[in-house]
């Protein structure tokens, strides 16, 4: 525990100034927010615009994206020479994973909360009192992406096969999920299979918690998503050793 609290404050001034944590997850999904709805505006109402689709589904999938930058973190001692250091130092294994682990979570549910209230702010999302349930479920997100980054990051040693290995799914889960245009089928079969991916699930609770006053699934997602990110942290923690960092 001595050791935690350091290494966690160090964690999160390296979160603070990463590049492709600030840009992924910040700049870019407001970015991709204002140019797909300028060009499928004419496709949509007044009462749902494209703008507050694109806020529902762009802010999610570019969270997920983030995967690959826990990935990163998970090599920082290897990419700056010291993993050697901390081989020998009195620190634990688990010090090192929780604090990679919680300095993650930090940074990515600061950079969603942002782009919802920007989302909110620009693009007229109708957030409204649901501000606490969104943050809530942004947070699980963040708790899942966390948990599974650290565990392919100290799994796979190279950077680009884990890019290689994790960019399909995301991919592909935001293809099934509407991150690109809506998708719906009245076919049981194709239905079925765009209800695997977790962001299906993650917008619909979000579009029943701001249009329909239910935040049931929503609330399931969100312990669904803690769970799975908290699990995959113990196991990272259980499976590998102090020398998965070097």
Known sequence: MNTFFPLLKLGIRRRSWDFFIIFYT?????????????LTSTSYGTEFTSYEYYSIVIIPFCLLMGVTSVVYAAADEKRMKTAYRYMIAPISKAALIWSKFFSCVIAFTICGVIVLLLSRLLFHLPVGNNFAALSLLLLCESITISGLGLFFGLAIKSFTVIQNFLNLPIVIFGFLGGAFFPVGSVNPVLSFIINLSPLTWINKGIIFCLYMEDNTILLGVSVALFIVGIIFTFLTTKHFKKEAFV
Do not use: E, K, T
Request: avoid cysteine; aromatic fraction near 16%.
């Open 26 to 38: 910040v700049v870019f999904p407001i970015v991709i927010i204002a140019l797909l709805g300028y």
